[in-house]
């Protein structure tokens, strides 16, 4: 069982940056890939990114490469993503997503993954 707790969204302008954490309970931490999503109000949720046990591996959305970066602390059970360059389409609601298995196929998919934290709201203002 993971519990997780996403913090650090809030209202920022354009352009600007938010660092969002994902504080993750339980002793197997290090064994679960890690993705970020999110949703807007009547979209769908969206993959953003999402890193493997170790942190040496990272995939991202394309409209989020080179804009936002996914790391991990296995010893502090934390997973971070930083999102620079901000735009008024990446205001939704953030989760953070546990997912068990190897990191082989598709982590971008919602179902590949056991255990989500409640979400924080991230707005971008023109």
């Known amino acids: 069982q993971v519990q997780l707790v996403e913090s650090g969204g809030g209202l920022v302008q354009a352009g600007g940056s938010l660092r969002l954490s994902c504080a993750a309970s339980?002793?197997?931490?290090?064994?679960?890939?890690m993705g970020w999503f999110r949703q807007a109000p009547g979209k769908e949720r969206e993959f953003v990114a999402h890193?493997?046990?170790?942190?040496?591996?990272?995939y991202y959305v394309d409209s989020v490469k080179g804009r936002f970066t996914i790391s991990r602390d296995n010893a502090k059970n934390t997973v971070n993503l930083q999102m620079n360059s901000l735009k008024p389409e990446d205001t939704a609601v953030y989760y953070c997503?546990?997912?068990?298995?190897?990191?082989?196929?598709?982590?971008?998919?919602?179902?590949?993954?056991?255990?989500w934290g409640q979400g924080t709201q991230v707005t971008v203002s023109s």
């Open positions: 339980g002793r197997t931490f290090s064994r679960y890939v």
């Open positions: 997503a546990a997912g068990v298995g190897d990191y082989s196929g598709s982590y971008s998919l919602p179902r590949r993954y056991d255990y």
């Open positions: 890193i493997s046990w170790s942190g040496g591996r990272t």
